[in-house]
């Protein structure tokens, strides 16, 4: 027991596994005796009580067990009561925190994955209110600000085709608040009313742009 004592944790801790370890490495064997608490003391530079706090850790772990008028001696067994004790501690301090890193990393994921379900909900709710308005061909770029992804709206004749993506040509580029592209999907707010009260702001082909109410009709306010 040469080892040296660290700030790091309680120094009747520090005891305590200094001998924990000298049984593991068979420096210490069962039935041997082990420093006394005025040896650990002096050894230590340390108060006798703190040097007894730790030894007395291993004898209510059955590692020390006490005869009297000799000293503490090494329990039989106490090797694998000790390699046992630090198994658990390793899952616990550990194997256990990783699960649990990896748990909330599964739960992150899974929280992301959702949110870009809810992101599809817009592609699904154009869609199912989608009124063609024969010989329109039209290219609708959204820009949803907070969430930094446009959303195209390619309009041929009869054929819708929507997705999250880019575009190298629309001939109508809207930027948006995702609350306020809501209330237009919600039917709570029409396009041409988001633009006008600057909630939306548009550049392009603007009489395409007053056909977007035509063409996707929700709820009227």
Request: hydrophobic letters at 40%; glycine letters at 6%.
């Amino acid at each position: 027991m040469n080892e040296i004592l660290t700030q790091e944790k309680s120094i009747y801790l520090q005891i305590a596994e200094m001998i924990a370890t000298d049984i593991l490495r068979d420096i210490l064997l069962e039935e041997e005796r082990v420093p006394s608490t005025n040896e650990l003391a002096k050894l230590y530079a340390i108060n006798p009580a703190t040097a007894a706090k730790g030894v007395n850790i291993l004898v209510d772990e059955g590692v020390l067990y006490k005869k009297r008028g000799i000293g503490m001696f090494v329990s039989a067994g106490a090797k694998e009561a000790i390699l046992s004790r630090r198994k658990n501690e390793f899952y616990d301090n550990y194997v256990k925190k990783q699960k649990e890193d990896i748990e909330e990393l599964a739960s992150l994921f899974k929280g992301m994955l959702g949110e870009e379900k809810d992101e599809d909900d817009y592609v699904e709710r154009l869609k199912s209110h989608f009124f063609p308005m024969e010989g329109l061909k039209a290219v609708f770029r959204i820009d949803l600000v907070e969430e930094k992804s446009s959303l195209i709206i390619d309009i041929n004749d009869s054929k819708l085709n929507c997705y999250r993506g880019t575009v190298e040509q629309a001939d109508v580029t809207a930027k948006v608040k995702t609350a306020v592209f809501e209330q237009v999907l919600d039917g709570t707010k029409t396009f041409q009313s988001a633009f006008m009260s600057g909630e939306l702001s548009a550049q392009g082909n603007f009489k395409i742009l007053r056909n977007f109410d035509t063409i996707f009709r929700f709820q009227n306010i």
